[in-house]
């Protein structure tokens, strides 16, 4: 049981850390979206590091494996409901893509991360969410059952902020963030039921890979500069809609360049270029539906299909 769960754990590591090293070469770190995606890898690796430790640890009666247990096993209940914060920042983030995400989660995720902290320390001499017995194996505690409520409510209201907020983004985007936090939740539900069962940080690892699928999706079809769809993505949408159109079905098309964008260039340098481009572009999105499709294929290139 032991060698299992630690080959389970340094397994989903490397997935991690594969993703990590392949995602580095192509997302730019700047972006928050990007960092707090790689908080989240960064944090699920430690987690998944210091639960190898404490399962390792587990019968060790002498005292350093004590000391070790009682670091490591504190570590992982508090770094819990720390990685299910940043996963709701993330979530919260694709909808408001300003600071005020930040804000959002720390009202709602903050006092109950200081119960945890608060919890998590008392349990090292007592019996709350764990207590450590002679033979310094760990066992669930009697309030051991609100560390998964915490995390679990948290998920679920990150669930609910997406719904409710489903008119400000893309149908593609909805779902994505919809289905990302699922594997968690099925995991907290069972973790409740089942007491020997630690499925929390192996299912954290699959929303991960998922986000992870979504992010490639999103790299190759996307333009980097205005977030709006590219010439690939256009050219296969026309393929697509003229192969599987409807008869009484018509597809309209806009065309948009920008005059003398040339000159805005020359005269002002590309980074007020670059600024007009994005403008632009939330002209298009306010004066067009949210499920017709808007491209760039090319410098100040722009077609909608309505």
Request: hydrophobic residues 50%.
């Amino acid at each position: 049981m032991v060698l299992e769960s630690v080959q389970t754990n340094l397994i989903s590591i490397l997935i991690l850390l594969i993703i990590y090293f392949s995602l580095i070469k192509h997302a730019h770190k700047k972006y928050y979206l990007n960092k707090i995606f790689y908080i989240l890898l960064w944090s699920n690796i430690t987690i998944l590091a210091f639960d190898s430790i404490a399962v390792y640890l587990s019968g060790d009666t002498s005292l350093l494996a004590r000391a070790l247990m009682m670091f490591s096993i504190s570590i992982y209940y508090i770094l819990q409901l720390i990685i299910v914060m940043f996963w709701m920042f993330y979530i919260t983030f694709n909808v408001e893509q300003n600071m005020r995400a930040f804000k959002y989660v720390v009202l709602v995720a903050g006092p109950l991360l200081t119960v945890q902290i608060m919890y998590t320390l008392l349990s090292l001499n007592g019996n709350y969410l764990f207590y450590i017995d002679q033979n310094n194996v760990v066992f669930r505690g009697e309030l051991f059952f609100l560390s998964p409520l915490f995390s679990f409510s948290l998920v679920l209201i990150s669930l609910v902020y997406v719904l409710l907020n489903r008119f400000k983004l893309k149908k593609t985007d909805f779902w994505a963030l919809l289905v990302f936090p699922i594997p968690t939740v099925i995991a907290a539900i069972l973790q409740l039921i089942y007491q020997n069962l630690n499925l929390m940080w192996p299912s954290m690892v699959l929303s991960i890979l998922i986000v992870y699928i979504y992010i490639q999706s999103r790299m190759t079809n996307t333009d980097a500069l205005t977030g709006v769809y590219n010439r690939r993505e256009y050219e296969y949408q026309i393929a697509y809609r003229l192969n599987n159109r409807h008869q009484n079905k018509v597809i309209s098309g806009i065309m948009i360049d920008i005059n003398d964008f040339k000159q805005i260039n020359d005269d002002y340098c590309h980074r007020v270029g670059d600024v007009a481009l994005v403008q632009l572009v939330e002209i298009l999105r306010n004066s067009v539906r949210k499920d017709d499709f808007i491209a760039r294929i090319g410098g100040d290139e722009f077609v909608v299909i309505i």
